[in-house]
């Protein structure tokens, strides 16, 4: 378990971190969403004991992570994919991680096979790809077989085959009940791999919130109708506070009324229904208008496209 | 080589239960990784948790010592100061027996002196290594991987001051031995030969300052986390400040020039001292309070900065 307490980084003026509160609890995967500059990487960096932060705190398992005996078999973590010198082995980059907290090498051949590098794990790590710094960085969280893994942006560099490992492997790792804490700043990468989300923007916390409540959000109060005899249904439909609007001769885009109420009204006047399609946002959508106001550097035109 | 796409790949946008499967029985090939196992076989996660216990120095050590001998170019560039040591001393040996002074008159007046010319170079070589081994790892980020699984960061220092200073010590030893060695050997043609026993006390004090020239390094890798501002730093302000201070009027640089580094170190790596060097004993106490107090410094830095 991971638990942020009015947690607070100010660089000089700016406040990267602010007054963030969360806790992320084991058994689920919980994702870190924010735009670039949100304070994600400062947060993560506090939860490390790397930054000290300007007040509050940040624990794993009830204790600051310096303060436990053997920090990786407490908490798992990839920071920077790329933080490997690039001479050495991922073989010798891992043993060294390992023997600080007393892991044998036995657990380096394993994770490295967990990740697939086993094969290039005496080469140079210089002359991996991004993908294969990440499998190399993750497989670096997974050494101490930790209770927490935390990653940050790990899915940064990964391909599509990559990407489905990685979320597989999350999943496994919380059904396990482990804690999994992993941040992106891609809210498409995160939908199908996280069960909670928390959502930051300007060091700021914007949402704490479960999955389906976040789906909850993205439905939309419009219905889009296709039918045989349109006119016949809008007229049926109109009533007070329904708002029918027109998109093309046989489709309308109506607000105000259920699609369950459409449907009966349309039996009742015995008209064919061609389609009836709930507005539905994608959840990308909804993240993107709820950190709008707290996107650092934008372009003009997708912030318009945001709002 | 293009990557065929497995079947494997095509389950992506299934979320079934069966996808691993799939990556198990179809090994996808990554470009140059191994195939990536499935994870849904968690004994490969989950292996028998090592012994528990704390971070220890010793371990920490043990970390330092696989990082500093898994990068090549480490040992190389040691090998290649120990090198510079002998055959410098050997050409300068040579020359000096041909009657030719190669520095100044006073260097001549002693064949040991003369053989371990080298040490000129080796020392900037040497200083080098040690911003390097803390410098290299600021440049990745690997630092910040190092400081979070070891908890105190102070252990990183101490050990790190303890892998580099006994792998210089080992190697600058020899190194200094066997150019006072082959120096005399050359020198041997023309005057008598001074034995090797009579001058261990400048064996030992060349390799005690090679050594501390090494934790010098360190400390400014520490200090400066940028390995050209540490190079620039030990090279501009250690090697060749001094000499351009020599520059300035006695009368000003003779209260201050003979306590700088590498003028309180020339005490102690030669038999003849000049009036206006320090003696033996306050060479080493001076030497070694530099060393020990930039060591300190780069402590107390590292402690109160973010990482």
Known sequence: MIQVTDLTKAYGETLAVDQLNFTIKPGIVTGFLGPNGAGKSTTMRMILGLDAPTSGSATVGGRPLAEHDQ???????LLEA??????????????????????????????LQLVGLSEVAKRRSGGFSLGMGQRLGIAAALLG??????????????????????????????NE?????????????????????????????IQDISAPDLRAMAAGDSTTVRADRLDDLVGLMQNDGVEITSTDRSTVSVKGVTP????????DGGIALHSLVPEQRSLEDVFMSLTADSVQYHGSAPLEMAA | MITPLSPASKAIPTESQTAPTLLKDNPMTTITASPTPSVQDSSVIKTKRSSTGKVRTRNVIQSEWIKFWSVRSNYLTLLAAGFATVAFGMIFSAVASDGQAPGPAAFLTNPVDVALGGVGLAEMIIGVVGVMVVASEYSTGLIRTSFATVGRRGRVIRAKVAVVGSSVFAVAGVAVTAAV???????AGTEATVPVTDVLDVIFGTTYYLTGIALIGVALGFILRSTAAGIGTLVGAVFIGPNLLNLLPDSITDYFLKYLPSEAGSAILTQVTTPDQLSLGAGYLVFTAWVVGLLACAGALVQRRDA
């Open chain 1, 260 to 267: 369950d109420q459409i449907g009966r009204l349309a039996r």
């Open chain 1, 177 to 205: 009940g482990r804690t999994v804490f992993v941040s992106s700043h891609l809210m498409s990468e995160m939908e199908l791999m996280a069960e909670h989300f928390v959502i930051i923007g300007q060091g700021r916390l």
């Open chain 2, 181 to 187: 060695i082959a120096g005399q050997a050359v020198y």
């Open chain 1, 145 to 174: 077989d930790p209770e927490v893994v935390m990653l940050d942006e790990p899915v940064n560099g990964l391909d599509p085959e990559g990407i489905l490992w990685i979320r597989h492997l999350l999943q496994n790792l919380a």
């Open chain 1, 82 to 111: 790329g933080a490997v010198h690039p001479t050495r082995s991922a073989h010798d980059h891992l043993r060294a991680l390992a023997v600080t907290n007393g892991i044998s090498t036995a657990r380096v051949d394993h994770v």
């Open chain 1, 71 to 77: 920090p990786l078999k407490s908490l798992g973590f």
